[in-house]
């Protein structure tokens, strides 16, 4: 079982990406889900998390600019990326259940 990220690029700063999480369905149906990122050399970080409930939480860095949702008809999880800093340079990752599932994870560059 595995999730897979989409949407993932290189933009400037200030700029936007979207990123997707798509998963089975009894996962994004009986789990919370959290968009994690790893910048070289540093440790996984979390970053965002919504929970069965739909209740939605921000790591302090980027509340205000990122937004977490779901589609549950398609089974995919949403990280909706504005006003990017150099410092969002990262590889996210998307997981459900705990930890129990893991992305392969998808690239973002963010150039000055």
């Known amino acids: 079982v595995q999730l897979v990220e989409s949407g993932g690029g290189s933009v400037q700063a200030g700029g936007s990406l979207k990123l997707s999480c798509v998963g089975p369905?009894?996962?994004?149906?009986?789990?919370?889900r959290a968009w994690f990122r790893q910048a070289p050399g540093k440790e996984r970080e979390w970053v965002s998390g919504?929970?069965?409930?739909?209740?939605?939480r921000y790591a302090d860095s980027v509340k205000g600019r990122f937004t977490i949702s779901q589609d549950n008809a398609k089974n995919t999880l949403y990280l909706q990326m504005n006003s990017l800093k150099t410092e969002d340079t990262a590889v996210y990752y998307c997981?459900?259940?705990?930890?129990?599932?893991w992305g392969q994870g998808t690239q973002v560059t963010v150039s000055s």
């Open positions: 997981g459900a259940c705990g930890g129990g599932y």
């Open positions: 369905r009894y996962i994004f149906s009986n789990c919370g």
């Open positions: 919504i929970s069965s409930d739909g209740t939605t």
